[in-house]
């Protein structure tokens, strides 16, 4: 028999944001100009995208409302930016996570006994609609002409002028570096026929937003011929998570780099990091709660 993997679900408690310590000067503020130059261009390449995808999604299925994770880089971090976040419609806030060590370039750099020096930023993820994304521009637009933000959205002000870059999750961020992709490998030489692995997916604070993410995923598992075995939903630790099998051609599909832009499943806005846990096939989920 497999051996089965421990999952622990601990009890939700509240915690701290811990302050590292050392000495040094974090990166400073960049001028309105000069993130023009820097992000303009790549604002305007999402706004197409974006409205590239809402045609596309308003031609296969009627109502549904685009979505996507956006992730927003910065050079240093910004204290209660997630407040200004969620006083937009359209978006909520998904995650925040340090990245340390980060190498200086002309724009951004730390500075240390006179040494320009490494630093430390954060990332922020947040669910954006067509609307919300354009309230974002708007607030660039805004910050651009020097104009003053509306109450409880100067937070954004501090954002524009320490971002690195803006861009949207994609299906690198969902496989690379997880080791789903080495685990998947494995699974082909020995000749399974099948894979099964639990998809978790970011869990939406809003019931029927759930409901909605776990219809795409299953929709899309069933296109690929694969089976979902169970659905588990944890709110007091924001987890929500489908244990499916998924069939042996559709994982050598995914492992190809060529071709694994093709399958819808990875491609799913829904599903967060590591996106895929490996999971036996008699191994359920959590009950849905």
């Known amino acids: 028999m497999a051996e089965r993997p421990l999952l622990l679900l601990p009890e939700a408690v509240p915690a701290s944001r811990g302050r590292k310590g050392g000495g040094g000067n ?32 308003q031609t296969a299925a009627a109502g549904v409302v685009p979505e996507d994770v956006l992730v927003l880089e910065t050079a240093g971090t910004v204290e209660e930016f997630v407040n200004a976040v969620t006083r937009i419609e359209g978006f909520e ?23 320009t020096v490494g630093y430390t930023g954060r990332v922020y993820l947040v669910f954006s ?17 020097g104009q003053t933000f509306e109450h409880g959205l100067t937070k954004w002000r501090d954002v524009f002028s320490l971002l690195r870059d803006v861009r949207p999750w994609g299906i690198k961020d969902r496989l690379d570096e997880t080791g789903v992709l080495e685990d998947w ?12 692995c639990e998809i978790e997916l970011w869990f939406r604070s809003n019931e029927q937003r759930r409901s909605d993410s776990s219809r795409v995923i299953r929709e899309r598992v069933a296109e690929l011929g694969g089976t979902v075995l169970s659905e588990g939903v ?14 042996i051609a559709v994982v050598q ?25 490996r999971t036996p096939s008699n191994t359920n989920t959590p009950s849905s709660s």
Do not use: C
């Open 234 to 247: 944890v709110v007091g630790i924001h987890y929500h998570g489908i244990a499916v099998e998924l069939p």
């Open 185 to 196: 490998t494995i699974r082909v030489e020995r000749a399974a026929e099948t894979v099964p």
């Open 26 to 57: 974090g990166p400073a503020n960049l001028s309105s100009s000069r993130q023009h130059e820097r992000l303009g261009p790549r604002l305007r390449e999402l706004e197409a995208a974006f409205e590239a995808r809402r045609v596309q999604l």
């Open 253 to 277: 599909q995914v492992l190809d780099a060529q071709t694994r832009s093709e399958v819808r499943l990875v491609q799913s806005e829904q599903i967060k990091p590591p996106p895929f846990h």
């Open 129 to 145: 609609n067509q609307d919300a994304f354009q309230q974002l521009l708007r607030m660039w637009g805004i910050w651009q002409s």
């Open 93 to 115: 806030f998904l995650a925040e996570y340090d990245e340390e060590d980060i190498p200086p370039d002309d724009d951004f750099f730390g500075t240390q006994r006179g040494a």
